[in-house]
């Protein structure tokens, strides 16, 4: 599954932003270094699993955006299906302002369109000194060739070229301490998970002629994986700090 569309059969079923494994995401919260009590934000793009995994490995306090109060409901029970009820508040993303200065930001985008540069601002204005603010997004390797830029349609204008985003949030103040880049072993294992799962998911239709045309549209996604998205694109995850004086970029 790309990481600019969500997918039937998949999309409810992940813990992490597509295509961040367990493995890579248990990494990004130990990487955290977060003291019992510590206070750890997630911006709320893409699901929550990471944010769970840092407030149940250093029994931090989490705050989590949300778009609404309904979604705040929908969050709270996901929580507590993970016996964190009481380690985690949901916040609707306009109304929000912390009450103190944050350990630590999560912004493990799904979502390419995330205008970064205004994100990091307001992060460095929130973290205090020595704070991280750990962000992640898909971006392109190189330009899509003509069939799969048809493919990915208008979702594929927000990605931009390596680097780009991380140039920007430096360029707001933060250091630079860390980038990982998603191997190709990673995306496989991804692609071959999401393709599984759609197909899962049209065997069970009740309606033939629709699971005739869901698994169509499984087997394009997956075809264009190997011949064209396996090249195009990547998946970066940065760590910033906050410094302790303003850092002033040339």
Known sequence: MHPVHAQAGDADERRYPAPVAARRARAVAELLELAPGGSVLDLGVGPAGLLFDAIAQHRCEGTRLVASAAAAEAARAAAEREGLAGQVEFRVNDEY??????????????????????????????????????????????????????????????????????????????????????????????ETASYRARLRFAAAHADRAVAVELRAEAERWYQAYWRYGRDTLGYALHAFRKPRHALYVV
Do not use: M, N, Q
Request: glycine letters at 10%.
């Open 97 to 190: 302002s912390p009450g103190r200065r944050l350990d630590a930001i999560l912004g493990v985008a799904a979502d390419p369109a995330t205008l970064v540069e205004e994100v990091a601002a307001r992060c460095l204005g929130w973290l205090k000194v020595g704070g991280l603010f750990v962000y992640g997004e898909p971006f392109l390797r190189r330009p899509p060739a003509p069939p799969y830029r048809e493919l990915l349609g208008a979702a594929a204008d927000g990605l931009r070229p390596p680097g780009v985003s991380a140039r920007s949030i430096v360029a707001a103040g933060f250091e630079l301490t860390l980038t990982a880049v998603l191997s190709e072993s990673e995306w496989d294992a991804h």
